[in-house]
């Protein structure tokens, strides 16, 4: 079973600087394709920054150059840095993993999902 646990959402000015993390349960980040998902209101949850098991990293061309998704194997914790935050970034982030996907941004494909995470932005 693998668990997944958000944390570091808040409420930040548009420039300002997140980082999120996603507690993981043992060799999940060893073995699976981990991902950060966002869902506004009203609009579909979407992919914003997704790393396989094995390094190569896809990102959503809203949040390159802003947004970096990393890993801490020995903390079992997978973290998504956030600068030069935008009203637009706001958003709940949801932590996903599965084991048979390559780095996708497709919420579909993920078959693990933590309970998210509350990001604000304001302008």
């Known amino acids: 079973q693998v668990e997944l646990v958000e944390s570091g959402g808040g409420s930040v000015q548009a420039g300002g600087s997140l980082r999120l993390s996603c507690a993981t349960s043992g060799d999940t980040l060893s073995r699976y394709c981990m991902g950060w998902f966002r869902q506004a209101p009203g609009k579909e949850r979407e992919g914003v920054a997704a790393m396989d098991s094995d390094g190569p990293i896809t990102y959503a061309d809203s949040v390159k150059g802003r947004f970096t998704i990393s890993k801490d194997v020995d903390k079992n914790t997978l973290y998504l840095q956030m600068n030069n935050l935008k009203p637009e970034d706001t958003a709940m982030y949801y932590c996903?993993?599965?084991?048979?996907?390559?780095?996708?941004?497709?919420?579909?494909?993920?078959?693990?999902w933590g309970q998210g995470t509350q990001v604000t932005v304001s302008s």
């Open positions: 996903a993993a599965d084991g048979s996907i390559y780095a996708s941004l497709f919420a579909h494909e993920y078959g693990y």
